[in-house]
């Protein structure tokens, strides 16, 4: 149920705000309407596109979306498998005096359960030194209440954050995350973010050659093609962030090669054809 919202004048001049496009902004703003009283959405870019933009054909509501996340407008967060959305600093800019009880599970609860690092510092490596060299100030007396993220395990979130996007995106809802395409997706993150990682997964839907518009009619879209390297993966933010024209002459010539071509045996004159057919082992 849509709800009424209010926005600040200061959201126009954000810079953040001001980094998103026209449509990603449209639909951030549309959000608030949509959004449960605690600031959440359901990951569902179809969904909030059609909520949002329902006039906007030609928009991608997955590439909104991943504009936004990238922006820090938008966090997503998961709970018992499922993705969901929340608007960041929701309960700043909104004052909500009788909450309604939501069907979606509050974002402060993923935040809870998560490892929370004693250095402030983005480096996770770091901050396991600190502890182990006793550098940590303000510990406490208990220091067995210390939460430190395990190194073997720190990953795996990222590595299923990634993974689903692919699924939803390229809709693979029965893929399973075996040892290959865990080892792909963790290969990647050791040299990108998972936003970068979703942002070209989601940029390759915007290349025609992957789409299927090749010379063998098929469709390239396994993760770890795309995320084989770094070529790969910056070839999908290329995509993202400046699709392909269709007008080019490149891509109106491979348009025309598949619209022309023929099975070999069609290019056999009929007689001929014929005997070709007869022709085979005795």
């Known amino acids: 149920m849509a709800r009424i919202r209010t926005i600040k004048p200061e959201l126009w001049s954000s810079d953040k705000f001001g980094e998103c496009s026209t449509s990603a902004r449209l639909m951030f703003v549309a959000s608030l309407n949509f959004a449960d009283d605690n600031g959440n959405l359901d990951r569902s870019a179809r969904q909030l596109k059609?909520?949002?933009?329902?006039?906007?054909?030609?928009?991608?509501?997955?590439?909104?979306?991943?504009?936004?996340?990238?922006?820090?407008?938008?966090?997503?967060?998961?709970?018992?498998?499922?993705?969901?959305?929340?608007?960041?600093?929701?309960?700043?800019?909104?004052?909500?005096?009788?909450?309604?009880?939501?069907?979606?599970?509050?974002?402060?609860?993923?935040?809870?359960?998560?490892?929370?690092?004693?250095?402030?510092?983005?480096?996770?490596?770091?901050?396991?030194?600190?502890?182990?060299?006793?550098?940590?100030?303000?510990?406490?007396?208990?220091?067995?209440?210390?939460?430190?993220?395990?190194?073997?395990?720190?990953?795996?979130?990222?590595?299923?954050?990634?993974?689903?996007?692919?699924?939803?995106?390229?809709?693979?809802?029965?893929?399973?995350?075996?040892?290959?395409?865990?080892?792909?997706?963790?290969?990647?993150?050791?040299?990108?973010?998972?936003?970068?990682l979703c942002q070209a997964i989601s940029g390759y839907r915007n290349s025609p050659h992957h789409t299927g518009q090749n010379d063998r009619n098929t469709v390239f879209d396994d993760i770890g093609l795309f995320l084989r390297d770094a070529a790969h993966i910056d070839a999908g933010l290329r995509f993202a962030e400046a699709p392909p024209s269709l007008s080019s002459e490149l891509t109106q010539h491979n348009v025309a090669v598949l619209r022309n071509w023929k099975p070999p045996e069609d290019h056999i004159d009929a007689p001929d054809r014929r005997a070709a057919l007869s022709i085979g082992p005795r």
């Open 50 to 196: 059609a909520q949002t933009l329902p006039y906007d054909e030609g928009q991608d509501g997955e590439a909104l979306v991943a504009e936004l996340l990238r922006a820090g407008l938008f966090i997503e967060y998961k709970i018992a498998d499922r993705f969901y959305l929340h608007i960041k600093n929701f309960e700043v800019h909104q004052k909500i005096d009788r909450p309604s009880k939501s069907r979606l599970p509050l974002y402060d609860s993923y935040a809870r359960t998560q490892p929370q690092l004693i250095d402030p510092s983005p480096n996770p490596r770091r901050a396991l030194g600190a502890v182990r060299e006793g550098k940590v100030r303000d510990l406490g007396k208990d220091k067995s209440k210390i939460s430190i993220p395990s190194e073997s395990h720190s990953g795996k979130p990222e590595i299923a954050q990634v993974f689903e996007h692919w699924k939803s995106v390229w809709n693979h809802p029965r893929a399973s995350l075996d040892p290959k395409r865990t080892a792909a997706i963790s290969r990647a993150l050791k040299g990108y973010s998972v936003d970068a």
